[in-house]
């Protein structure tokens, strides 16, 4: 039904930036929800940054997410037609070596969205199928 594609990956030195791009294509009417996830070797994937398009009644606390360890240094941004987003990175650092994945979602009503969506089961993601970043000393 829905697409996921990442672009932009690639290899930086420490204190650079980088910048992912995601798109969506098929079925994306009824997307209400995109965002980026990130997995590194023997670990679990975490949620890195997302942006809530769909109705107010699932809105508790704002439209957008971004995990602590990036705060400050990453920005996600998403274009007029919400079938686009980027992830900006700033001051990349050696920790932030990893798989990117773009992820898009219709998401049903209900309380939080953004823990619908960052947390297992993730079970309306649409998935890319990542794009690595490495990040050298």
């Known amino acids: 039904q829905v697409r996921v594609v990442e672009f932009g990956g690639g290899s930086v030195q420490a204190g650079g930036s980088l910048t992912l791009s995601c798109s969506t294509s098929?079925?994306?009417?009824?997307?209400?929800?995109m965002g980026w996830f990130r997995q590194k070797p023997g670990k679990e994937r975490e949620a890195v940054a997302a942006?809530?398009?769909?109705?107010?009644?699932?809105?508790?606390?704002?439209?957008?997410y971004t995990a602590d360890s990036v705060k400050g240094r990453f920005t996600m941004s998403q274009d007029n037609a919400k079938n686009t987003v980027y992830l900006q990175m700033n001051d990349l650092k050696p920790e932030d070596t990893a798989m990117y994945y773009c992820?898009?979602?219709?998401?049903?009503?209900?309380?939080?969205?953004?823990?619908?969506?960052?947390?297992?089961?993730?079970?309306?993601?649409?998935w890319g199928p990542g794009t690595q970043v490495t990040v050298s000393t």
């Open positions: 992820a898009a979602a219709v998401l049903p009503d209900g309380g939080s969205w953004s823990e619908l969506f960052t947390q297992p089961p993730n079970e309306y993601n649409y």
């Open positions: 942006i809530y398009s769909g109705s107010s009644r699932r809105v508790v606390g704002g439209r957008t």
């Open positions: 098929g079925d994306t009417y009824s997307i209400n929800c």
